[in-house]
């Protein structure tokens, strides 16, 4: 017998491998700590979503993934063999969603970390560690989306853009008057079709007015704000 059979040996007597009872109160409080972080979870999410589309099913995976770490991590801990087995079992495992939002990302780690700590039975460690979280969240949050964020794209006709007077000029000149910055973003220009220009503002406050003033100056098509959620102008 090597000494690495040894090893092997010793390390698993020291483990009761046939022994997979648990303490039912355990597990119990532990999945109605996960199940309370996890609306936590769900709810600070769902006040501090600032993507374009809302998804309701994404967010209560959110709480049903924090409820079922628990379940592993409650499985993994009461037995080593287990432990192995379920780690074996959990690396065929291959996730191919694709996450649309950083946020998101962010908000599956939270779950996961508290799933983990709780299954582990730091409920304390799980507590603090969320309600310092979704403070932070939703101070941030709430932070950039002071300042609203929106692409006014514009349609007008090619043959106002070349005076000095240009429609060009004078959208500019009054999204100037209504926005703390301003970015040309886009100007595509079609041979007889006319030309498109999309600008990257920051609105002052939550007045849209301008754009209907925009929708009325000689020479416009149409106007359009779309609120946009990229990175904010520096």
Known sequence: MTFSDIFKKKFLESFDTTNTEVNIYTIIFAFLVAL???????FIYKYTFGGVMYSRSFNASLLGLTVITTFVISAVTSNVVLSLGMVGALSIVRFRTAIKDPMDLVFLFWAIGVGIVTGAQLYALAVIGSVVIGAIIFITSRRLSFDSAYLVIINCDNSKLSSSDSVENKCIDMMKKHTKK?????KIVSAGKGTELIYEIRSKG?????????STLDGIHNASLVSYNGEFLD
């Not at 309370?36 to 769900?42: K, L, N, S, W």
């Not at 939550?206 to 925009?214: A, L, S, Y």
């Open 206 to 214: 939550d007045n849209t007015d301008f754009i209907n003033e925009i």
């Open 182 to 186: 301003l970015r040309l973003k886009s």
């Open 36 to 42: 309370i972080i996890g609306t936590f979870i769900f």
